[in-house]
Every structure is written in C-alpha cells, then in structure tokens.
C-alpha cells in the first residue's frame, strides 16, 4: 500500500481544488482511493476481531466521498482533501459507535467513538454515564487511554444537559457533545512498515470505550 503516495495526490488536490485538474488527474485519483480502501479492507477483519459487533461491512461502505456538500458553504472547493472511513456496523452512515480513520497531509489521525450523536442517542449516552460513572471514568482515565488519545474531545455545554442533576459529581462528564477521541498521527506515520500496527492497538484501547457507548445507544435503538 502506498499511503505516501496516496498523500501525496491529496496534498496536490489541496493546490488545485477544481474540476478541470481533478478530471485531468481522474486516474491518479482512482490509484489513490484504492489504496486507501485497500487499507481499510485490511483493516475490516482486524477490528473485527477486536469488536465482532461492527459485523462485515465492505471497505466501500465505509469511506466517505470525495466530493464536498457546497450548498450551504462559503467555501466552495468542490473536493475534500482527505480520505477517511468509519468502521462501524452498517458502515459510514451508522448510528452507532465505531472506528475512524483520517488520511489528510499535515492533517491525519486515528480515532473514534460516537460524532454529533443525534439527541435521542445522546441522552441515552449521558443515562449510561449518569448510572454508571465509576466504570465510564475507569474505560477514559485508564493510562492506555489517556496516553493515546487524551481526553474525549469537542465542544462541551456550559450547563449541566437538560433532565440531570446540576448537583451529580461527575456533571462534567454529562457536558459533551460528542463521544469521540482522536490520535493525531504525522505524515511519516506512514511510510514506516508499523502503521498497521499501530492503527490496531488504538483500536484496541477505544474497544471499551465503543462498547460502553454502544450498550447505550443499542438502548435507545430499541425503544
């Protein structure tokens, strides 16, 4: 797999976002984009065996598009600059917790967990912690955890959700509003041989996390 090189095309794509220079270079966009669903093919079964939920999705049912929503942007660059894919049951578009991957020059990182949750499997994350915050705290004040992926990341509200009590300990853990990690990784995270690797351990560290999520939103799912 030439991840450099899929780089590479995507660092030159962010020079000439436009049209006439993609379809120009339609081929070399091709070459790219299967060396990035290569990698996440590869990736499909090693995650599976670490978290049997996501099932058997396709590597194509969980890389997201190339091409930008301009509708409602003022930037109307046509294409992103990045490949990425969510490894989670029913793919890209799953509702449920899972594993993302970010390929972008200057820009990639590994991470994942539950991004803009819609409200109802929110709340039903927020009653998981609220109920259980001594096993949530144990999964993201873990040594692994904080070592690879700090804290849960993004805008937290100012004032406790709406429904729980302002006077609950660990209020602060209710604030989020998203249940996602990252892991920033550099452009010579993959040109070395171990980038596999080190893509499977971070999976493995966020396991419990998406497990503890899930059970929440499978909640919610059903009722």
Not at 80 to 95: D, E, H, I, M
Not at 187 to 197: A, I, K, L, P, V
Not at 206 to 220: G, T
């Amino acid at each position: 797999m030439d991840m450099p090189g899929t780089l590479d095309f995507l660092r030159r794509l962010g020079e000439n976002n436009n049209r006439e220079w993609f379809q120009e270079n339609r081929v070399h966009y091709d070459d790219a984009r299967g060396q990035f669903l290569q990698l996440v093919g590869n990736l499909i079964p090693a995650v599976r065996n670490i978290d049997p939920s996501i099932g058997v999705p396709e590597a194509g049912e969980c890389v997201f598009r190339i091409f930008r929503d301009v509708r409602f942007s003022k930037d109307k660059s046509p294409y992103k600059t990045n490949f990425g894919a969510f490894l989670a049951r029913g793919g890209r578009k799953s509702p449920y917790a899972g594993y993302y991957l970010h390929l972008e020059p200057g820009g990639s990182f590994v991470g994942g967990g539950a991004y803009m949750p819609e409200p109802a499997r929110l709340k039903a994350i927020r009653t998981s912690i609220y109920r259980n915050p001594d096993e949530y705290k144990a999964i993201v004040r873990s040594p692994d955890f904080r070592n690879c992926f700090g804290e849960v990341f993004g805008e937290k509200l100012k004032r406790p959700p709406k429904g729980f009590p302002a006077d609950f300990p660990d209020i602060d853990l209710l604030k989020n509003r998203h249940y996602a990690v990252t892991r920033a990784v550099s452009d010579d995270f993959w040109t070395g041989g171990r980038f596999m690797e080190e893509i499977e351990r971070a999976y493995a560290i966020l396991f419990p996390f998406n497990r503890f999520l899930n059970r929440a939103i499978e909640d919610a799912e059903a009722e």
